[in-house]
């Protein structure tokens, strides 16, 4: 008999916090940022960390259920109930290569339903730097945990009860593409004054996970890529357990298989600044490719 997916999350946390040790080790030691292809902004590019990362996640999954493999490596065929998990690096390898403490190891496991959609059913986002891990699944509700001086504290969370753009806190994120930070920018310039603060700390599965906890009422990003996938859809799990909203700007189902225009909300305050996505404009033409699986 199978394990549970309350069970399973727990032991894939504890699989992420043993990779988080290692991620955290590497960190710690002096680098040569010129290895870095920080010309072109592209930090991933150098990053040994993130390839061995990966691997040692992957190769630990296979031990407690392989399932059908890899999401990267899904075939056309599928069959209702098949699971492939979804293992990123490294979620903010510029905050990781510049010694920042946001910065986390994702995962995620996929299930097919019986319409051919394949979902994310479990998540689990773990921050080495700041020892704090969100993990849910499907049915269970979202869980925070921290070590604190006394142990670990588990503690449910849900998102926040602010109902207006005035007086929230949203965060947002961007692209080092320069296009695409534009447009991130554009929207911030647009809404400036409204919220009552606007972060830009990061990574994207951090930011989620805050808005699914209530640190954040709302979290914006456009341009979110397929390398993007493993960071949003373990995240994605950890709010819609928490009962928070995720869709693109213009409020369709997200698209795990295409380029996203992401906003994540507490539910209460996404009327108000979806104009205000929708209304800014993108710097070059920008095409969201409607193909492949939504959330459901």
Request: hydrophobic share 35%; charged share 20%.
């Amino acid at each position: 008999m199978s394990m549970g997916l309350r069970d399973l999350a727990v032991q894939v946390s504890r699989i992420a916090a043993d990779a988080g040790k290692h991620a955290l080790n590497d960190q710690l030691m002096p680098k040569d940022l010129t290895v870095l292809s920080t010309a072109q902004r592209d930090y991933s590019n150098g990053l040994k960390v993130d390839d061995r990362l990966s691997q040692f996640i992957y190769n630990r999954l296979t031990y407690i259920d392989p399932f059908k493999g890899r999401w990267e490596d899904r075939t056309d065929e599928w069959a209702p109930g098949d699971r492939y998990w979804c293992v990123g690096g490294i979620d903010g390898v510029i905050n990781y290569s510049r010694n920042m403490a946001e910065w986390t190891v994702t995962i995620s496991l996929f299930e097919f339903n019986e319409f051919g959609s394949a979902q994310p059913i479990l998540g689990v986002i773990h921050a080495p730097a700041l020892n704090l891990t969100y993990l849910a699944a499907r049915g269970q509700g979202s869980i925070r945990m921290r070590q604190t001086p006394i142990g670990e504290k588990r503690e449910k969370i849900m998102p926040s009860t602010v109902s207006h753009l005035e007086g929230s806190v949203v965060s947002f994120g961007m692209s080092y593409i320069p296009q695409e930070a534009q447009h991130a920018l554009n929207v911030v310039g647009s809404i400036a004054g409204k919220p009552a603060d606007i972060k830009r700390i990061g990574p994207v599965s951090l930011d989620v996970c805050k808005v699914a906890d209530g640190t954040y009422d709302a979290y914006f990003e456009p341009h979110l890529h397929e390398r993007d996938v493993p960071a949003i859809s373990a995240a994605a799990v950890v709010l819609w357990e928490a009962q928070g909203q995720l869709s693109t700007w213009n409020g369709d189902l997200v698209h795990w298989r295409s380029e996203n225009d992401l906003v994540a909300t507490n539910g209460q305050i996404i009327d108000e600044l979806r104009p205000y996505l929708l209304d800014t404009h993108c710097p070059e033409p920008y095409h969201n490719n409607s193909n492949g699986d939504q959330q459901s």
